[in-house]
């Protein structure tokens, strides 16, 4: 019976990808079908009476579900076999990255090694086999226990959160008519209101997995199609206020100048330099781009400090009708270098920043079989395939250099 009821689920959850109106949404901004998550009689957890053993397990029998499109943020292990990537290509990333270690040789005789665990937020979801990260105990610069982290660490698994007609958060007050995420969502007019971006807690919100509050909410919006390769376009998020204040929350010592881990500048301004490096810039070497075609999805920025839904929404979109790089107000946020999930490289970090000079070689992304008669192509894709790497870049088209230095450069112009 229990199997049989999670097979219906799988099945709910493979009608609904295949609708696109919001009738066929699950969460639709809020709350969802309590019997969605929760089984009165015949619950895998007796905590909460969950339909998995844990709170991420749960989310996971849909999210984690075989086939990588749209809601899905999980790679079942099956579908990623040696040498294979992960598939979901959304803005927070495919936590099937943190079961991904990769070994290689830099130069004979020594041997490297790219944990999975760096790769992202070890979530733990005892049914999908996550467990909890190996080295970091605690949050680094903050104090949460890493065994508790979970979906609902960070998202509400009630969506309480809700944007109201005039822009104030709150968790009750006015009915949620919707997803709030998206640049096709509604205004909610008076009397309603949307849920927060992707139903994140914010403030106001009760405590998550783990008992952090927050106290910054998340401002942002998506394209309504994320899940997609960046091959022609780039799927960009337009994010708002607060995006560097909530990542805080766990993380307050990432964030201070003024702390031991002497942080690298976030929410300010680019200023002139930067935002002019950011806009000149093609790859190492070329300084000839313009304003109007030089964003970048993988190097993303925040716009300004703004709560406007308006200017979030007309900058969202993944079919390259903005293309604009920053204003010098546009701001650097932790998700200008870091992704909120998972990603292929270490630290969670959108592109390969740790140990190598050079990110691509021969024109081409590395890899382990890569046609590429360039020697040491292991040691460039630290161990990865050339669908590894491509995937890590949301199989963006490498076009950058031939020779290309990591992508600190789009905003420092040191190469
Ligand atoms: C998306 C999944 C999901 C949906 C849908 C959902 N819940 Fe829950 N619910 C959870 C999880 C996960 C917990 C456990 C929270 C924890 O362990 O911190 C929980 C806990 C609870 C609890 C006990 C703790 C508390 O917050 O009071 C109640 C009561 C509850 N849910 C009621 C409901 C009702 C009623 C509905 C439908 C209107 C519903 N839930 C829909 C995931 C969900
Ligand atoms: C029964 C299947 C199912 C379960 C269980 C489920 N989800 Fe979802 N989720 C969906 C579907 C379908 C969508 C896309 C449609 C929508 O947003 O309602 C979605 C969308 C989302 C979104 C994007 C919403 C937005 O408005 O941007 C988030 C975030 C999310 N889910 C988190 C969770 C979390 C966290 C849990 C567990 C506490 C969970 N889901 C459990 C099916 C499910
Ligand atoms: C550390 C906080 C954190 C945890 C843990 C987390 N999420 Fe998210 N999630 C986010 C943030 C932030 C975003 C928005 C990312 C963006 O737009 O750049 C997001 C986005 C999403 C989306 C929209 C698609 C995407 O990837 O952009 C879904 C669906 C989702 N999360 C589901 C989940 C589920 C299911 C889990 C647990 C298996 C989970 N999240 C765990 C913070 C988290
Ligand atoms: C609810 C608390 C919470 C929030 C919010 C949160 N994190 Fe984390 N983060 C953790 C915990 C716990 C760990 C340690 C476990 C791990 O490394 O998987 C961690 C680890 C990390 C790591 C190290 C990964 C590794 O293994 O080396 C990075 C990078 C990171 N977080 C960045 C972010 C960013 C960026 C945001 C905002 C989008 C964010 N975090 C939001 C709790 C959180
Ligand atoms: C300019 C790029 C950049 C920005 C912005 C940035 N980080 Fe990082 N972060 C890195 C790099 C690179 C590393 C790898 C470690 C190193 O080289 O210091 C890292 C490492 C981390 C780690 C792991 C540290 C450890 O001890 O394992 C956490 C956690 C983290 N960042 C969180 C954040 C948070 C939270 C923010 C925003 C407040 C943020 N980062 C902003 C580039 C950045
Ligand atoms: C989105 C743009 C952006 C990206 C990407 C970026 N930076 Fe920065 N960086 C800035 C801004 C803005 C400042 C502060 C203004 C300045 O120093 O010009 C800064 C300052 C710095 C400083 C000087 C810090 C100080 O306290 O004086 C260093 C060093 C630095 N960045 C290194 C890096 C490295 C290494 C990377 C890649 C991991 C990186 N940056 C990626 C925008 C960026």
Redesign the pocket.
Known sequence: MKSFKVVLVVMAAAIIALGTTAAYAFHSGGVAECTGCHHLHDASSSSALLAGSDASSTCLNCHGASGASSYRISTPDADMPAGTPPGNRTPGGDFGWVKKTYTWSPRSGSTSTSEGDRHGHNIVAADFGYVADGT?AT???GDMDATLLGCNSCHDNHGKLRRLSDGTFATTGAPIIGSGSYNTSADPAAGQAVGAYRILRGNGSSAGDGGKIFTANFNAVAPSTYNRSEATTPTRVAYGAGT?DW??TC?AD??SGTSSKM??P?NQGLGTTVAGNYNAYVGSGNMTGSAATSYDSLIPFQTDNTTDYTVLKANSTNTGSVSTGPATSDR???L???RAHATGW??M?RTN??GNEFIAVDGVWPGTDSPSTIANQAKYAQGRTVAETTKAYNDTTMHYASYQRVL?NKCHAKD
Request: hydrophobic share 30%; aromatic share 4%; charged share 10%.
């Open positions: 970091n949050a680094p610069g560097s990542c805080a993380h990432m964030h942080t690298h976030i650097v946020m932790c200008s270098c870091h270490d630290y970090l920043v740790e600190c």
